[in-house]
């Protein structure tokens, strides 16, 4: 093939169209495609761990920055792993049509007849003592009873078997395909988010309450259901050692209307099916219920959902307390309180003796130290707190339904209680509508594997001529795999056409079989 | 009964038993004695046996599978290598000298999993506890030990494949070789595929030096490759299946998806290479090496060094 300048576009796009059918072309793209997920599983993934490219970033001054540029950090949404795929599987259509095409007409066609047979590689000949016409219909039925598709004409027969290996193969090239469709669909017109919601409230799914952890495919039409979840209480449950055992969210599942309609338990590898949405366990937290009043005036009345810091090297993230914050911007100025839990007791404690750090797997005497602070709340609907426009005027702690009071100068007096800790759970939602499609498409891709590896095709002709005192029954054949087992097969094929009082006239010659 | 005494007991002695059996295979293919192979014939089962009850009394101890950690997963794995190379390259190939290096893994397997990461047996932690860890770490391990002994086949396929093309060069004066099963057939009608199995391009085999010669090398790797590519696609797809119930998704492009499926699309692009004009022989094999080595990352630089889901180094 050459590529001199004077080729028409007509030539030019043969050209292009012809190197990506060839196996070359679709070898080196799927390897490609291996290096690309090499790269994405090596860099941090935006979707996947954001904080973590920041870091990366911060680190690496020259190196971060351009790999910034070239997507390493979003491999798999990058322009270049979109083009390995799509031309991939370009050149996987290019190369099925022609043989989706052959693979008809060889099904459609009956095997084609053989004039010369002594030229292939498996050939014998045995003399038998039935008319050659008898002789041939008794090798056709000999070969049908072995599952070949057989053609008779005459004398002569020609049969072929394991095309099950060439539609095996298109079955699972062609599932790709259909696994694809599967994936843009399901993930384009879907979407995945995190529900969170405290013991005794109800989530319901609607855009704003995912609170921004949401990812929608681009074709989602933002028709949430509307359905709530209430959360009636969530169980988390450790071994002596402090391993877990089980996460349990049991919900109460309510219609569009907020009418209760069943209750489901959601734990780890169970998920529940709610209206069409997945609802997966995926983490908890402690939300304490606080009340806040200023001079006898309440101002804050509901659970607050904790984080938890992570945790250094060494050190069991349950170990570590838990921090959030309550934003007041009713007064004047506005009161910011952050506080601190330590869900036990007994872990503060030994930690303040000891500086060793404990678990805390269960509420035992729950303790909150917080610190008050004034100045204006830049932005009162984020989660994270910064201080440093804040005047910080003290800080005080509260046990477990217990009450603190705590004076804000030019305020007035800051009441805190504390009547108890509830748990909250981090549901993810999500809504997939390609996975039925995914899965079949998984199905297939097994189902045709099987054969396309394992079957082997196989040919066998044979012509039966006059002989004095009966026929003599020329046998032909070659496999294209397998070729050591077909040998044998070749041999008893032989057998079982000649019968047993069949007399073989020449040894088969053997060309160079291993 | 104590249970996890006799598991760890039992580890010990495999570890001596195929370190035993490895030197004895090694001594074999020096000495080229029957005795010799008889000999670690007995120690390899021997320390296959001992694998098997460290395995079982393992599950009995932490009272579930025992396939819960990478110190179990190895466990399993070194044994069905052995077991794996017994059966098929031995039993179905009839390549009695390959055993050897496959002791030589599973020995390297079973230690790294003592010196690095040994746990007291233990209960399940939450999201490993389905019945999908029956289903999808069997097969992950099974494949994988088949594709290790595929790997192993094949580095020794380089090796001889030189050494014969070096001989072949030496007594290039004398008679040509006939050529082999990988070569184009001349009573083949139209419709001709190469043959994947076929040998890859080696020269005629010849009886010198300690190995097989490569042509059965190369056949033996790519039988077993074969054999476990299926296995390997199934326990990606179960993976993907459990996936979507323990987290949500069925794909998340997580260090361990990532690298199963990086390990599926190399043995994938063996397997096509196999039936490539051009690309047979070494350069197929050279992608089957790195294969290899892409399922070693998947299991060893996944668990221990790449943070994510998968990161079940203590269970």
């Known amino acids: ?514 | 009964v104590n249970w996890t005494r006799i598991s760890s007991t039992a580890f010990d002695v495999t570890i001596w038993l195929y370190l035993g059996a490895m030197v004895l295979s090694f001594a074999h293919l020096a000495a080229r004695r029957n005795t010799l192979w008889v000999l670690a014939r007995v120690v390899t089962i021997a320390g296959a046996a001992a694998n098997l009850v460290s395995i079982v009394a393992r599950g009995m101890a932490a009272d579930r599978v025992p396939w819960g950690n990478m110190f179990e997963y190895s466990t399993v794995l070194a044994f069905l290598v052995v077991v794996g190379t017994l059966v098929v390259v031995e039993g179905v190939a009839k390549i009695k000298t390959l055993t050897g290096f496959s002791l030589m893994f599973s020995v390297l397997t079973l230690a790294v999993a003592a010196m690095f990461f040994p746990v007291e047996p233990s209960p399940l932690q939450p999201a490993l506890n389905s019945y999908w860890i029956k289903i999808h770490v069997v097969a992950a391990i099974t494949g994988s030990s088949l594709f290790a002994i595929g790997g192993i086949a094949t580095i020794l396929f380089l090796l001889k494949d030189r050494s014969e093309r070096r001989a072949l060069a030496a007594g290039r004066q004398r008679a040509p070789v006939p050529i082999m099963g990988g070569a184009v057939e001349v009573d083949a009608p139209h419709d001709l595929l190469p043959d994947p199995e076929g040998a890859g391009g080696a020269p005629e085999p010849r009886r010198s030096g300690v190995l097989p010669s490569a042509a059965a090398l190369d056949r033996v790797a790519y039988r077993v490759i074969a054999f476990a590519f299926p296995i390997w696609t199934f326990a990606v797809i179960a993976g993907a299946i459990w996936a979507q119930e323990a987290w949500g998704r069925y794909w998340g492009w997580d260090p361990k998806e990532t690298w199963s499926f990086v390990t599926w699309t190399i043995f994938a692009g063996y397997l096509h290479a196999r039936s490539t004009a051009g690309w047979k022989g070494r350069r197929a094999a050279v992608i089957a090496v790195a294969g290899f080595i892409s399922l070693l990352i998947t299991y060893y630089a996944v668990n221990l060094w790449i943070v994510g889901l998968h990161s079940y180094k203590n269970g």
Not at chain 1, 318 to 338: C, N, Y
Not at chain 1, 390 to 397: I, Y
């Open chain 1, 1 to 514: 093939m050459t590529t001199s300048p004077g080729l028409t576009l007509r030539q030019s796009v043969a050209l292009v169209w012809r190197t990506l059918r060839s196996m070359r072309t679709a070898l080196i793209l799927l390897l490609m495609l291996a290096a690309a997920a090499v790269i994405g599983s090596l860099l941090p993934q935006i979707p996947n761990s954001p904080e973590r490219v920041g870091r990366y970033l911060g680190d690496h001054g020259f190196w971060g920055p351009l790999f910034f540029r070239a997507g390493f950090f979003d491999v798999y949404g990058s322009w270049w792993f979109v083009l390995i795929t799509v031309l991939l599987f370009v050149s996987l259509a290019a190369c099925l049509f022609p043989r989706t095409r052959a693979m008809i007409r060889a099904i459609r066609q009956r095997p084609i007849h053989a004039r010369e047979l002594d030229g292939f590689r498996h050939h014998a000949e045995v003399r038998v003592g039935t008319g050659p016409d008898e002789a041939a219909v008794i090798a056709a039925r000999y070969l049908r009873r072995k599952r070949f598709r057989v053609s008779r004409d005459g004398l002569g027969v020609a049969a072929e078997k394991g095309v099950l290996r060439e539609v095996g193969s298109l079955l699972f090239h062609w599932a790709f395909f259909l696994l694809l469709l599967g994936v843009i669909v399901g993930k384009g017109t879907g979407f995945t988010g995190r529900a969170v919601v405290t013991e005794g409230e109800t989530f319901v799914d609607a855009l704003l309450n995912y609170a921004g952890e949401i990812r929608t495919g681009r074709y989602f039409g933002g028709d949430f259901t509307g359905v709530g979840l209430e959360l009636l209480d969530f169980e988390d449950s450790y071994r002596r050692n402090g391993q877990p055992i089980d996460f349990v969210s049991r919900v109460r599942v309510l219609d569009r209307e907020g009418r209760p309609t069943r209750t489901e338990e959601i734990r780890v590898n169970h998920p529940a099916e709610v209206g069409g949405l997945h609802v997966f366990q995926e983490g908890f937290g402690w939300a304490p219920v606080l009340d806040v009043s200023l001079d006898g005036r309440r101002l804050w009345s509901s659970p607050i959902e904790m984080a938890r810091d992570d945790p250094p090297d060494d050190v069991p993230a349950t170990a570590m307390p838990w921090r959030g914050a309550i934003k007041l911007t009713a007064p004047e100025p506005d009161v910011t309180i952050t506080l601190e839990l330590w869900p036990d007791l007994r872990a503060f404690a030994n930690f303040q003796l000891t500086g060793e750090p404990t678990s805390m797997l269960v509420q035992f005497d729950p303790y909150i130290r917080y610190s008050v602070y004034v100045g204006e709340i830049v932005d009162p609907a984020l989660s994270g707190v910064d201080t440093t426009g804040l005047h910080r005027v003290g800080r005080s702690d509260l046990h477990a339904a217990g009450t603190s009071t705590f004076r804000v100068p030019r305020s007035g007096e800051l009441r805190l209680s504390f009547p108890e800790l509830r748990q909250y759970s981090v549901l993810l939602v999500s809504r997939d509508i390609g996975i039925p499609v995914v899965l079949t498409a998984a199905i297939l891709v097994l189902v045709g594997l099987i054969p396309s590896l394992y079957v082997s095709r196989r040919k066998v002709w044979i012509r039966a001529e006059a002989a004095p005192g009966g026929a003599l029954v020329k046998i032909g054949g070659f496999s294209l795999q397998r070729k050591d087992a077909f040998e044998e097969e070749f041999d008893r094929i032989v057998r079982g056409i000649g019968g047993a009082e069949a007399v073989e006239v020449q040894p088969e010659e053997k060309v160079g079989t291993s």
